[in-house]
């Protein structure tokens, strides 16, 4: 049974007051798939021009720390460390971001929330140029600390 | 150059005080792929069971309206109507939205906020039985209204 | 059929796009009941003392101006004036409130949120010394402009 | 004197550092009444229909975990489990609360702001067909953990 | 009398429901005085280095939205286009906004509040290194649009 | 270096996990400088008028309270007590903020937050009466708790 709903069905916010707090990561990556006209537009040598990267960066840190606020059976977490990251690839941006916590429960939810809200942002930037924008491929890919024990998606990307 | 970042490549919220009010409406799509045992959870002859799509349905309608305080440079939008959707497919739920306003500017970003927080919704839900669940193809599929015309995109789903 | 359900019982926002902007007005009310011990920390001579009232008067207005952000289907509106008072009664205090707004649709919820959010913030400032108050008989009382039509309710109390 | 002010009447965030981290839990219950018109859009054979109870419930959920942006003097408090409910009654519904955190201070206001906001997302579901639909009854019914130690309403419903 | 306050000295939100939609522009300045160490750490050969100052320019845009929610009697305003810039001097940063609407109230408040957040991301950003950080001589420097006629003030730095 | 930037210049939030938990205290202090007839209005007999400087104070609990909405980089803080005044002096105004946390880092942008969202506060009660209203001086003026050890400013005053 799904854990974030009871036996009839109804949706609650599982409680982890019994848990130990421990220190926690997570790590998620994502990307945003666009032209290479856009593409041209935000790198200059190699180098991003101007503030495109910096406001979905932003975006993201901020709103890692409001994922309760978004996902309604998230618990409220305090978020002890964020950073996220967009490199310039050939078809688009790839997103990757690491969250920590000293808590009583996961940040996946929190590293998701960073990347997809970065993606968002991104999207904005460049959505008079390129409607076509995608973004894709958000998945967690490493976990450690808590019960359920440490693992990292075989995909994952180097950061 | 992006519309969005002056001539030293600063981020600005575009001045769009002189646009006229219209009626305009945006749609987006996303899939979130997980595993048949979740599928099966979710589902009983045919039939969603409990919240668990509900949920996720109403994390996207209030996302939407949130959308310019997640999202540094989109305004503050009267989203007038919002509708968001979950299907369950053979590997994973499409999710399509569709906002409309009678504002000074698009809901395309509005759109694609409802849909991603749908999926993330969807994904803390799942995430305890399947910790591979992945957000993608998320677009904005069709837009109406405003000055840049109306169109839909070739890989649309219905709905 | 209740109009924020679609035809399968999904819920949305109910389309308001098309709808005039016109001047429209709602009142609501409501009390909370507590012991004659707080009653009496809260007035001197018939005046409120300190911020006691102050406190539930500002949570109230911000409230009304935040009913999207807290009731799931409720649109955004632009709340353009908002009062909420306090009168100390005999077993507690009566709340009532006035919201306005040149907008498409009415401001029930907000006249009903500042209410409520109002008499939360009262039982928070007595709750130490009445673990018994209560928040009882909250509804609209009266509305004005807009397509249903001007009502005022027969127990509405004046103002 | 109410804690919530200080010698001079001033409201303040009541100082809880020095208090200890323990599992606190607390429990509201309310009512809302409305016609049988309503009641019987809302239920058919007793199951109810559509999302109109799934709404009020995640309104609810999520309306407990901020608290502290509505009600100015209450703490940020570690939301660790919330769970509501709507038992559909010949009257009206009843709606009940139970809020657990492992914290320095009680979850009464949120155990509240959960039954209020639930309460207040039913309203707008039922506005159109039932304008005379009234918050009532609104209170904590039982509260354990902390110094004050436990204790149960004698009109509590039972969960 | 000050406009917030009824004749009995009770804060309320003004009723502008029956003003025009106008277009109306207001302008802030202020600024944040710092130890040349942290200027010195912020360039290199006369321009920013790294995100330190497009921290303070996302959190002033975004604050500018956010507005009604920091400032209780402020109304919800539509934000039509932000700009916010730092420019580094001898003894700090001098911090300038911009703000436009289409609406029925000015957005005076609106540019005040982007300059001070954005000062308090730069105050964040440099408080490690200067603890004397000081935000000082925030004002409102220009307003257009509106009954009360257009300003400059004297002292206002050019943009 | 910076700490919040990495040696790319990318902003991040830093990872506070590895802190322990301690009792921290943060005040700050700043001050409007307004006219003579708006300190008339304010006043009586020496006394505060009505709700303007209530609003002010409820207006800074609650930012304090919000700090890391507002402030990208800034962490979320088990904010346990916040107390903030102001005191009418001959020019203006002068605002004080004291908060106190038992967290894993320190509460000076919770305190300058307080400060500077308590003077917006007080400048929309007073813009129309003074347009030259001004925030200033606005500084931490005393830490205690944490690895950096206790100070308190030479330019604090009392409270």
């Known amino acids: 049974r799904l854990p974030h709903l009871d036996a009839a069905g109804r949706a609650h916010v599982v409680d982890v007051s019994a848990k130990p707090v421990t220190v926690r990561e997570a790590r998620a990556e994502g990307r945003v798939l666009c032209s290479p006209q856009v593409l041209g537009m935000l790198t200059a040598g190699g180098l991003p021009k101007g503030d ?33 990251d967009l490199d310039v690839e050939a078809d688009g941006v790839r997103i990757a971001s690491a969250v920590r916590t000293a808590d009583r429960t996961g940040v996946e939810m929190e590293a998701l929330t960073c990347v997809v809200v970065a993606a968002l942002a991104f999207v904005d930037m460049v959505k008079a140029v390129d409607r076509h924008a995608r973004i894709t491929d958000v998945r967690v890919v490493a976990k450690s600390g808590g019960r359920s024990g440490d693992w990292v998606a075989e995909d994952a990307g180097g950061r």
Chains 1, 2, 3, 4, 5, 6 share one sequence.
Do not use: E, M, W, Y
């Open 52 to 84: 495109a990267l910096a406001v979905a960066r932003i975006a993201g840190l901020q709103a890692a720390k409001r994922t309760p606020d978004l996902v309604p059976l998230a618990h409220p977490v305090a978020v002890h460390g964020v950073a996220v």
